[in-house]
């Protein structure tokens, strides 16, 4: 299964890193599906995201976290209530991606979701075998001021103000996603984004989401 394709940096206190990105790969959207009523393709094939790391990433050891370990993302406005599996780097320097269509995935080389900097999570977005949805459908229908919610370990829950909404091309400088330098907490939630490409499986761009501690 592929990957997210990019390096990003251990803490918020790492080197500044150039991220240069390259097509999103995933399974067909259902919005092209009922548009289009495009074929639905059987076997999902997650994002992907290709960087060129200019700078090499500082090994820096982390500072020691204080949030509990996130279990669950919420999005009321758009109806998801999603377990998290944690993920890290790939041999090839990717970003994890969820196993499955149903879950969302926190990289665990970064903040915990509550602690200073940029905490990440990223989700699949399309139809899977069988006609599953994907926890990020309808990522693009938050606004600025919607509510996110992280579920930690012992119960307590987290809230996350919407700010903005983003769309990233292949080669915008995609750092910030990753890294915060206002001593404040950040949650930013990953998903593709665009019109499928029938030819190359994928998707030209990615959606993100940017919020902030409440």
């Given at each position: 299964?592929?990957?997210?394709q990019?390096?990003?940096?251990?803490?918020?206190?790492?080197?500044?890193?150039i991220?240069?990105?390259?097509?999103?790969?995933?399974?067909?959207?259902?919005?092209l599906?009922?548009?289009?009523?495009?074929?639905?393709?059987?076997v999902?094939?997650?994002?992907?995201?290709?960087?060129?790391?200019?700078?090499q990433?500082e090994?820096v050891?982390?500072?020691?976290?204080?949030?509990?370990?996130?279990?669950?993302?919420k999005?009321p406005?758009?109806?998801v209530?999603?377990?998290?599996?944690?993920?890290?780097l790939?041999?090839?320097?990717?970003m994890?991606?969820?196993p499955?269509?149903?879950?969302?995935?926190?990289f665990q080389d970064?903040?915990?979701?509550?602690d200073i900097?940029?905490?990440v999570?990223d989700?699949?977005?399309?139809?899977w075998?069988?006609?599953?949805?994907s926890?990020?459908d309808?990522?693009?229908?938050l606004?600025?001021?919607?509510?996110l919610?992280?579920?930690?370990?012992?119960g307590?829950?987290?809230?996350?103000?919407?700010?903005e909404l983003r769309?990233?091309?292949?080669?915008?400088?995609?750092?910030?996603?990753?890294s915060?330098?206002?001593?404040?907490a950040?949650?930013?939630?990953i998903?593709?984004e665009?019109?499928?490409?029938?030819?190359?499986q994928?998707?030209?761009s990615?959606?993100?989401?940017f919020?902030?501690?409440?």
């Open positions: 299964m592929r990957q997210f990019f390096g990003p940096p251990k803490h918020t206190h790492l080197i500044a890193t991220i240069v990105l390259s097509a999103v790969t995933v399974s067909l959207t259902a919005a599906y009922n548009v289009f009523k495009a074929p639905v393709i059987t999902p094939v997650p994002l992907v995201l290709k960087p060129v790391i200019i700078q990433i090994k050891k982390p500072i020691q976290p204080s949030a509990s370990l996130p279990l669950r993302l999005i406005k758009i109806g209530n999603a377990g998290l599996d944690y993920v890290g790939t041999s090839t320097g990717a994890g991606v969820p499955g269509p149903s879950t969302a995935a926190w970064g903040p915990r979701p509550g900097g940029s905490a999570i989700g699949h977005f399309g139809i075998k069988g006609g599953i949805p926890v990020f309808n990522l693009y229908k606004h600025k001021g919607d509510e919610m992280v579920e930690g370990e012992n307590v829950v987290i809230t996350f103000i919407v700010s769309i990233y091309d292949q080669t915008q400088d995609a750092s910030d996603i990753f915060s330098t206002d001593g404040k950040h949650l930013n939630l998903t593709c665009g019109v499928w490409n029938r030819a190359l994928s998707f030209p990615r959606l993100v989401v919020a902030d501690r409440q």
